[in-house]
C-alpha cells in the first residue's frame, strides 16, 4: 500500500518560515515525482511544488517561486520543502500527493493526508 506520511505546518507570522516533510513508502521511490498542493477556503485546489525523484526535475507555481524551495532525499524516500518570506495568501491546507509515473504534470493518483498553514500579518 501506497502511503504518504507529511509532517511540518502550523501557525507563523507573515514572512516566517517553514519546513514541510513527506515520506513515502510502498512504492519505488524514484520512479515517481512527489510534491504538494495546497487549497485556501473558497478556493480551489493549486499545485506549490513537485519534484521528479526519477530526474531531479522540479515544478513550482508561479505564487511561490523563489520563497519555496523544494529537495528530495532519495535514500530516506523523503520530499522536503522549505517556505521562506511567508505570505498571508499562503494559509491553506497543503497536501503531499505523487504521481503514478515519472512525469511531473501526473496523474497524481496517491495523496497524503492534509496539513494546515495559518500566515498572520
Known amino acids: 500500500e501506497v502511503q504518504l506520511q507529511a509532517s511540518g505546518g502550523g501557525l507563523v507570522q507573515a514572512g516566517g518560515s517553514l519546513r514541510f516533510s513527506c515520506a513515502a513508502s510502498?512504492?519505488?521511490?524514484?520512479?515517481?515525482?512527489i510534491g504538494w498542493f495546497r487549497q485556501a477556503p473558497g478556493k480551489e485546489r493549486e499545485g506549490v511544488s513537485c519534484?521528479?525523484?526519477?530526474?531531479?526535475?522540479?515544478y513550482y507555481g508561479d505564487s511561490v517561486k523563489g520563497r519555496f524551495t523544494i529537495s528530495s532525499d532519495n535514500a530516506k524516500n523523503t520530499v522536503y520543502l522549505q517556505m521562506n518570506s511567508l505570505k498571508p495568501e499562503d494559509t491553506a491546507v497543503y497536501y503531499c500527493?505523487?504521481?503514478?509515473?515519472?512525469?511531473?504534470?501526473?496523474?497524481?493518483?496517491?495523496w497524503g493526508q492534509g496539513t494546515q498553514v495559518t500566515v498572520s500579518s
Open positions: 500527493a505523487a504521481t503514478s509515473g515519472t512525469v511531473i504534470r501526473g496523474p497524481f493518483d496517491y
Open positions: 519534484i521528479s525523484a526519477n530526474n531531479g526535475k522540479i
Open positions: 510502498g512504492f519505488t521511490f524514484d520512479d515517481h515525482a
